[in-house]
């Protein structure tokens, strides 16, 4: 189902969607059930989650060699409240405006640093 909104665009494609967390921040995830976001997610307003195609820009420009990382995977379609706004050059991000809850939650696994950056592996 496409979700549309006063911001943000119709995305007719259902797929994962995904979350970078630090790792006090993931483990606060886990404690709580539930999280407002990371400080940029706070100061923004909503929740900035990426694409699989998304995911190693994100990770370059935003995590640029930090240790500790946990990535999360979601369903786009299952997210309420989720906008597809455009972003860097123009490429739509899906935005989410309200809390992520550890149901919203299909998988989760540590990023891994490597030599050449974030080994991220599959994203299916």
């Known amino acids: ?12 494609t259902t797929m994962l969607v995904y979350k970078i967390f630090r790792a006090a921040e993931f483990q606060e995830f886990q ?35 930090l240790d500790g990382l946990h990535l999360l995977a979601l369903d786009s379609d299952a997210l309420t409240e989720l906008l597809w706004e455009p972003s860097r050059g123009g490429d739509l991000f899906p935005h989410l405006y309200r809390e992520l809850q550890m ?8 990023l891994t640093l490597g030599p050449d950056g974030h080994v991220i592996g599959d994203l299916v």
């Open 1 to 12: 189902m496409p979700l549309d909104g006063p911001h943000g665009a119709k995305h007719e």
């Open 103 to 110: 149901p919203d939650l299909l998988w989760s696994r540590p």
């Open 31 to 65: 404690s709580q059930g539930r999280s407002a976001g990371a400080p940029v997610d706070l100061t923004d307003g909503y929740i900035h989650l990426s694409t699989a195609a998304q995911v190693p820009e994100t990770l370059a420009r935003h995590f640029a060699g």
